[in-house]
């Protein structure tokens, strides 16, 4: 179901009305900004992506903001790599790390206590926030409203038009202690943002933040890409999202 117009309109006039009296809470000055390619195909199959990013020299970026460090202070080797096309975003998730964990068992399980990636991103304009969680096997939890609690979960059928592709394999399995490379591709068709109605992207910027965690791996960890002010671990903070600009 899609947010309908008029909600949409007056959404953003509250958020505009609050800007206005209070600042607007979304300018940081140390905000990271990324500028997404676009790539000109008319299909892609999610096995390609690696390949396709190599081809089309994506630079990736690294996920590597400690942000609890006295708490949490284990930091695995990140990076990720965006693109988009007419209908979709790429992502590409390459990981290093000394244990990993799939037991999530089917989507929109809890992805996040696995060895796990997410992209958050306010693709509308509104307050609605995104939360695309993906395990080390390609399980997914999506997620959308403007704040943590009360979040509406994608329904299966649109959770199974995005692609994935997990160097690991699909099956679930315990957590295997030692080093580990591993790495994610997903295609996430514009539907994912199932609140809105997302037509395009060109040209647009859109609020976003990359993590990796793993609640229940030997050693839990909470990384970020645009670094988090918060006294404790919490992904669910636009305040600290970066920025993405789609050219």
């Known amino acids: 179901m899609k947010m309908d117009y008029l909600s949409r309109i007056i959404s953003g006039l509250l958020i505009f009305i609050s800007l206005n009296v209070h600042g607007n809470p979304y300018q940081d000055k140390d905000m990271k900004d990324l500028t997404v390619k676009k ?6 199959s ?7 990013f190599k ?27 965006i693109a988009y096309t007419d209908k979709a975003i790429l992502l590409h998730y390459q990981v290093t790390e000394e244990s990993v964990r799939a037991v999530a068992g ?28 993906c395990n080390c ?14 979040r509406q979960h994608a329904p299966q059928e649109v959770l199974d038009r ?3 592709w997990a160097s690991l394999g699909k099956d679930d399995f315990e957590e295997r202690i030692g080093t580990c490379s591993w790495e994610v591709a997903l295609v996430i068709p514009f539907s994912t943002f199932f609140l809105h109605d997302i037509q395009s992207l060109e040209g647009k910027s859109v609020r976003a933040n990359f993590y990796k965690c ?4 030997q050693m839990p960890h909470f990384l970020s890409w645009n670094p988090i002010d918060l006294p404790k671990p919490d992904f669910h903070c636009p305040a600290f999202f970066g920025l993405l600009q789609f050219d």
């Open 39 to 44: 790539i000109n195909v008319d299909t892609i």
């Open 106 to 133: 089917h989507d929109n399980g809890p992805v996040w206590e696995d060895a796990c990636v997410e992209f958050f991103s306010m693709p509308g304009g509104d307050d609605i926030y995104y939360n695309v969680e």
């Open 55 to 81: 081809q089309e020299h994506i630079a990736y970026q690294t996920i590597a903001n400690v942000n609890w460090k006295d708490s949490y202070p284990y930091c695995p080797q990140v990076e990720f790599g």
């Open 137 to 150: 096997t390609g399980t997914l939890l999506v997620g959308a409203g403007a704040t943590r609690s009360n």
């Open 162 to 164: 995005v692609s994935r």
């Open 214 to 217: 793993g609640d229940k791996l």
């Open 46 to 52: 999610v096995e390609e992506i690696p390949a396709l």
